[in-house]
T-cell receptor, first 114, second 113 residues
Framework: DAGVIQSPRHEVTEMGQEVTLRCKPI?????LFWYRQTMMRGLELLIY????????DSGMPEDRFSAKMPNASFSTLKIQPSEPRDSAVYFC????????????FGPGTRLTVL | AQSVTQLGSHVSVSEGALVLLRCNYS??????LFWYVQYPNQGLQLLLK??????LVKGINGFEAEFKKSETSFHLTKPSAHMSDAAEYFC???????????FGPGTSLSVIP
């Protein structure tokens, strides 16, 4: 299996621009998670899906952030408009079943907003 | 509510020395506990997990952790550190009734030659 795939691996953009991060989970996994990692705040859960349905988006920082999962093999995290404080590494993770199962993380997207 | 604390944001050990990374959790029900490792510029990967079977859990790369309910702890150990163990280590907790896994703040491990 190819594991969780994220694209792009690096993104540099200017403040005010729209940014779209992409994730392909492991085939057969029912759960998909989006995390943000920064030095100051550590690893934060932004949103997660179960069977393509958003279950908990309480970690999404502002309305500028939105996430979709149109099908079982694809999810996007969009930031519009982007701000310098959004600079971070964004991870996607997937999991087959419930809370005791292993989460598999993608390699991350390093976002820099100038 | 679940929570995880990791004592020491940074730990340094000499190569060949014992590695001890501390994790304490808070949970209202018997928890499920995990240790994940993150190497530079990579995502997190599972080291080991406790899911109410044996209290001493063995993981990859010679790591192990012991669940101690009375101390609400799940400390990670390795008898002899190797240079390749230098990484960020995250303790995490989950409950059967929840989908979310709560991650601790992480401990950065440095190994001195």
């Amino acid at each position: 299996d190819a594991g969780v795939i994220q694209s792009p691996r690096h993104e540099v953009t200017e403040m005010g621009q729209e940014v779209t991060l992409r994730c392909k989970p492991i085939s057969g996994h029912d759960y998909l998670f989006w995390y943000r990692q920064t030095m100051m705040r550590g690893l934060e859960l932004l949103i997660y899906f179960n069977n393509n349905v958003p279950i908990d988006d309480s970690g999404m920082p502002e309305d500028r952030f939105s996430a979709k999962m149109p099908n079982a093999s694809f999810s996007t995290l969009k930031i519009q408009p982007s701000e310098p404080r959004d600079s971070a590494v964004y991870f996607c993770a997937s999991r087959k079943r419930g809370g005791t199962d292993t989460q598999y993380f993608g390699p991350g997207t390093r976002l820099t907003v100038l | 509510a679940q929570s995880v604390t990791q004592l020491g944001s940074h730990v340094s050990v000499s190569e060949g020395a014992l590695v001890l990374l501390r994790c304490n959790y808070s949970s209202s029900v018997p928890p499920y506990l995990f240790w994940y490792v993150q190497y530079p510029n990579q995502g997190l990967q599972l080291l080991l997990k406790y899911t109410s079977a044996a209290t001493l859990v063995k993981g990859i790369n010679g790591f192990e952790a012991e669940f101690k309910k009375s101390e609400t702890s799940f400390h990670l150990t390795k008898p002899s550190a190797h240079m390749s163990d230098a990484a960020e280590y995250f303790c995490a907790v989950s409950e059967t009734s929840y989908d979310k896994v709560i991650f601790g703040p992480g401990t950065s491990l440095s190994v001195i030659p």
